[in-house]
């Protein structure tokens, strides 16, 4: 079982939406079994929240569903739980590589690593307009497909 953490900076945007996504692509794919996904930030800025109410109108515009998830933050402990840690910028990318134990097996990528976009990062919607969340949700969906197409 391929076990995936994605990661942002407060856990309320596109982390969460990268792990809706997945995990309705795994739905939708029967693949539910082969995977164990999960979101988390970097920052502890909102534990226990839930996702950004705009990303969550953005899912639900197009049939994912992500009010049952709830912000918290990367722990140290992540790096032996997860085979792979999905950061959707090259900061929390820095982040993530600060923290990571020396013996850690967990794999840190860029989550477009996954995508011929010419994209490096996933931008952050947060201060941005409607548009964005449906950009960011545009890119993680192709990222999402050829993630789970690899290990499928």
């Known amino acids: 079982m391929m076990k ?10 596109r982390s969460p939406a990268a792990e809706a996504t997945f995990r309705q692509l795994c739905q939708q794919q029967g693949t539910e079994q082969r995977f164990t996904w999960d979101s988390a930030g970097t920052a502890a800025y909102h534990i226990g929240k839930a996702p950004d109410k705009r990303m969550c109108a953005a899912a639900k515009a197009r049939g994912m569903a992500m009010d049952d998830l709830r912000a918290r933050q990367v722990k140290v402990s992540d ?5 792979m840690i999905m950061a959707m910028d090259k900061s929390n990318m820095a982040n993530l590589l600060s923290m990571r134990p020396v013996d850690s097996s967990a794999d840190v990528k860029l989550m477009l ?29 192709t990222a999402c497909r050829n993630l789970h197409n690899k290990y499928c």
């Open 113 to 141: 690593d996954y995508i011929d976009s010419g994209q490096a990062e996933v931008p952050d919607p947060y201060y941005g307009d409607e548009d964005g969340f449906y950009e960011v949700l545009d890119l993680l969906d």
């Open 4 to 13: 995936i953490l994605f990661v942002c900076l407060g856990n309320i945007c």
């Open 79 to 83: 790096f032996y739980e997860y085979d």
